[in-house]
């Protein structure tokens, strides 16, 4: 994660000097002589180095958004809560726009930040309170990681496009009880309620089990569409 | 699924008018004077009508590629296997170009035709042998759904780009384990063996429960990259 | 499962004669040569034959039940619910003294018969209900298998040791709650709520899978003991 | 955990006089005023107390043996591995007899003493290696908890009644192959390989979800019968 060339690269295996990290070498020496491989970092690799907060969303949940609305380069979409701007990120990393309610002005300076760093342009990031309304129009997804969506589903219902989605991500079921109740006499419609547990394996000579740790539980995962 | 506004449109509740199809109004009436509401398929509307075959990668697993890789309207990823073309289109859906190696000739029409009625332009399929080379370079994904990726794997090491990402999609954990044998001494590192249970819940009224039927496996997926 | 010693049993695979199966023999071949091994039934081959019905508790959560309250041929115990008699016959086979309410005259019948072809003496049954209090004193764990658990909550409280166990099988997490919520300034304390998934594998040559097929749900299990 | 009524027991929460243990109160008070209970322990109190060592049979896990095998207080059983006594102690609370094999002197020794604060006079302890052989015959369960179980299969084929189980508790699945490997060709039949998980859940007023952390895996359990 070098930001600046014209600067040595300190890392706990010694230092890079900035004549090596500016030239076209792959493999380079620090002064400890530890072997280093200098690459572009891909979107995972700053994801995951820029957030920052207690509680993000995971990329199993991030994907399901991803893979279940199929948004892509021509979708408008409105996010809000998630403070760290996890799920955010990873959606302008795939559409057109991404508007970002987020009216914590700490997590506000956050997203922005991080947004930076990226160089996305297509990521606005608004210090507004989604409970009182969403300005943006025809769009194609709204993501929902808040304690109450519930009092977003009627302006949700406004400005999806006919077919879009809405998605919620909440912790709790009691929370998930709720939303759908107000969903009644809607236009916007359940489809799917659901969760993904992830098993991780290690498999190394006669090791071949599941790993004993495990995320018991990140979040329930509503999706809906304006009907 | 209108393919044809010129024509009259045939569904199992009536007979909806050409005349009505090419109007602006949302709301339209089958000669039945059944209720239907018009609107542009979205992405996974198209993906789940086109599909076809007995396997395909399911959403929770295409999710989880597209979500870890963090692939976008730059990358350059090639895919083998997996005939239906459920994970290339998807993939297509927001990568730059996609290249598909299908030797098969009759999964190979299927995904033509496929991506030729999504009209998805940046998707380059190839009858040819994927266990005979990678012609493409630099890339910057590589996914392969096939029996013997192991067979894949010096390719793949060759035509990557450092950082950049090899997923394998696998029913069984015997041909994981032979795959991670295929990458030692290469430039290959696995990072992560792992699966994704999906449960889905029914909540309505009283009721507040898994569903009974549960889908109990569909693979492993190992994530490497190149280092 | 050979009822009868004087007569020929009849199979799809031909008859046995009641001469061989008198015989001490343990290998017999039916009159179409089929061989077939005698032997006295487990508990389990007994129950599985037995049960009919619906919805039984099943083997992982009648084993929950067994193992996390730790009774044995000193218990006495109080059964409600579950009408095939799954879990009663259960706790039968190792418990001092089991009673069971029944008011069902169809289940009560059911039940009766199955504890005399298993020829349990200590399993005692009575078609009364349930939720207009409990008989017995001096329980060792009561369990619970019915749609309105917190109406026996009270009596429960009064008729368990102290220390004893109160388990509650429930489809439901709306239930769940109204019944946790039902314990509150009674001596029934929730120790914990839980469910168990079961996975099958297929391990032969080179298969080595989880099965596709998996029961998503059975139900949530509430241990609560009386302190 | 009272062990002498002689004796004023010591708590954190205050000291317990000889006087109140031996009295018929069920109510007592520490010197600190602190209130407690008496009862007596039910054996998942004791069990859970007694064992010690790094790695045990969990409850969802020794519940299946019980529920599957049926074993009741009629019941002939050995049981070899497993250090702390966890799966035998619980096969003694139920069964006629339990015989355990355990060649490591420091574990017999940590078993034997639980054995006796139990006060089980049906489990017999041989300081003998399972690996070299079975004495009792006429078995309804063998339960092997260790690293090597294929050489068991042998031995157990020789001394389980027909129709009786064989039950292996094995971490890596490279073992479960190994071990269906040596049931080849012998009365062994593989019937169900397969492994739990248990899910833990938070209810409490507005919280209802399953708790965050959870474990990923204990063990695969192949239960096998003699046919």
């Given at each position: 994660?070098?930001?600046?060339?014209?600067?040595?690269?300190?890392?706990?295996?010694?230092?890079?000097?900035?004549?090596?990290?500016?030239?076209?070498?792959?493999?380079?020496?620090?002064n400890?002589?530890?072997?280093?491989?200098?690459?572009?970092?891909?979107?995972p690799?700053?994801w995951?180095?820029?957030?920052?907060?207690?509680?993000?969303?995971?990329?199993?949940?991030i994907?399901?958004?991803?893979?279940?609305t199929?948004?892509?380069?021509?979708?408008?979409?409105?996010?809000?809560?998630?403070?760290?701007?996890?799920?955010?990120?990873s959606?302008?990393?795939?559409c057109?726009?991404?508007?970002?309610?987020?009216?914590?002005?700490?997590?506000?300076?956050?997203?922005?930040?991080?947004?930076?760093?990226?160089?996305?342009?297509?990521?606005?990031?608004?210090?507004?309170?989604?409970?009182?309304?969403?300005?943006?129009?025809?769009?194609?997804?709204?993501?929902?990681?808040?304690?109450?969506?519930?009092?977003?589903?009627?302006?949700?219902?406004?400005?999806?496009?006919?077919?879009?989605?809405?998605?919620?991500?909440?912790?709790?079921?009691?929370?998930?009880?709720?939303?759908?109740?107000?969903?009644?006499?809607?236009?916007?419609?359940?489809?799917?309620?659901?969760?993904?547990?992830?098993?991780?394996?290690?498999?190394?000579?006669?090791?071949?089990?599941p790993?004993?740790?495990?995320?018991?539980?990140?979040g329930?995962?509503?999706?809906?569409?304006?009907?």
């Amino acid at each position: 994660m070098v930001k600046d060339l014209e600067e040595d690269f300190h890392t706990q295996y010694g230092i890079i000097s900035a004549k090596d990290l500016k030239s076209e070498k792959e493999m380079l020496f620090s002064n400890k002589k530890e072997k280093f491989l200098l690459f572009n970092p891909t979107f995972p690799d700053l994801w995951e180095n820029l957030l920052r907060g207690p509680q993000v969303l995971i990329q199993k949940d991030i994907g399901l958004v991803l893979a279940k609305t199929g948004i892509n380069k021509e979708s408008k979409v409105v996010d809000a809560g998630g403070g760290s701007g996890s799920l955010c990120l990873s959606l302008a990393n795939v559409c057109k726009e991404v508007t970002v309610y987020e009216i914590n002005p700490e997590h506000h300076s956050i997203i922005t930040k991080n947004a930076n760093l990226l160089g996305f342009k297509n990521l606005n990031l608004k210090q507004q309170d989604v409970y009182q309304g969403i300005d943006e129009k025809e769009l194609d997804l709204i993501t929902l990681d808040l304690p109450e969506p519930w009092r977003v589903t009627k302006s949700a219902e406004k400005v999806l496009k006919t077919g879009a989605f809405l998605v919620i991500y909440l912790p709790n079921l009691t929370q998930v009880q709720q939303f759908i109740e107000s969903t009644k006499e809607s236009r916007i419609t359940v489809i799917e309620i659901l969760e993904l547990l992830e098993r991780k394996w290690k498999i190394e000579e006669k090791i071949m089990r599941p790993e004993f740790e495990m995320l018991g539980h990140t979040g329930f995962m509503v999706f809906c569409r304006k009907f």
